[in-house]
């Protein structure tokens, strides 16, 4: 039978990443920090980093015979107790790696995976990571068994190593067959719930993950929602009536995006993303604070691309700015000349947006009566077009 993942209770890792032809040192770099932040979200404790250069991963033992045997003498010498590779490793690559280092080995999907379980609090998240376990392990069954294969030598060595496969594979194959069908149930209740809500206009929080979503989403709805310096800190979609001005409308926070997310996790979690797909504007919240706050913005638009909402009305919402500005101005700088690069900042963004950003500090509350005067703009145009004949909106 297949195990229930738990969490990884404070492990010692080391993490690995590879540069290639396409991912140079600094991109590598940037996603072995952010491979740390989620290791450290997910309880391991990060205690050296490794990088390599190839051309391509190598098939066997994804960053060659000669750094393995580097970090493998490196996890016998600190005792360390877990390998964490920051791209997906095969069935194969993960069992040859295992045999080397001594430890347990995962890459990023399986970490993601892992937080995603810990995570999950109600029966619906439960039930979508669950299946997106099952997806991931799947093609990787015949690598991970491949040490029943050797056993023994001859004429029916494989018998029993190939009857685990394939025991296995059926209990899989069943279990994911099982859990789709419950998700189809939960997805027509959510529907239902959805349908249920009327006509109001919906507005939908995106982002990547751990950029201030659920802090924004409690100072517009003034209510309390849960909000965590860590990645993924909610993976359920969160949605309150709010009402400016005598004019409701749906707020919805939404779970966080990040790079290299598992595609089977964004199929499993197709119900909780309907919210996104189904609102009629988007308030993309992005960390300007971040180093590479671009990069994110790109994996957010790529993923609104691969759900098919790209295409609808997107506001974006430059957060922490009190972050940014003590990131990047110096103590020292002359106030006119600071505000003469905040105007700059301001404009480039309005270029590139076609106005339609706004800079911000939630826990601060900088500019936040400002926020709400826009959305509330935004919503009573997008009831004018959805309801002309109507003077008011509720």
Known sequence: MIEQKTSLNEEQAVLIGLVHQKQTETQTTEYLSE????????????????????????SKTFVGKGKLQEIAEYIKAKGINLAIFDDELTGSQINNITEVLGV???????????????RAKTAQAKVQVELAQYQYLLPRLKGMWKHLERQGGGIGSRGPGETEIETDRRIIKEKISLLRKRLGEIDK???TQRKERGEYIRIALVGYTNVG?????????????????????????????VVYEQTPFLLSDTVGFIRKLPHHLVESFKTTLDEVREADCLLHVVDISHPTYEDQMGVVNKTLQEIGAFDKPIF???????????????????????????QQLSDRWNHETNNSCIFISATERMNIDGLRQTILDKVKKLYEERYPYLTKFY
């Open 213 to 241: 979503k659920s802090t924004i989403m409690s100072v517009l709805s003034k209510a309390d929602v849960f909000a965590e310096n860590k990645l993924f800190a909610t993976l359920e979609t969160t949605t309150r009536k």
């Open 189 to 191: 209740q959510a529907f």
């Open 104 to 118: 347990k080995t995962i890459d990023r999907s399986d970490l993601i995976l892992d937080i995603f379980a810990s």
């Open 35 to 58: 491979l740390a932040f989620l290791a450290e979200t997910a309880g391991a404790v990060t205690r050296k980093t490794f990088m390599q250069k190839l051309p391509h991963p190598d």
């Open 316 to 342: 974006t919402i430059f957060n922490k700015m009190d972050l940014y500005e003590q990131k990047v101005f110096d103590p020292w700088l002359d106030d006119e000349v600071k505000q003469d690069l905040l």
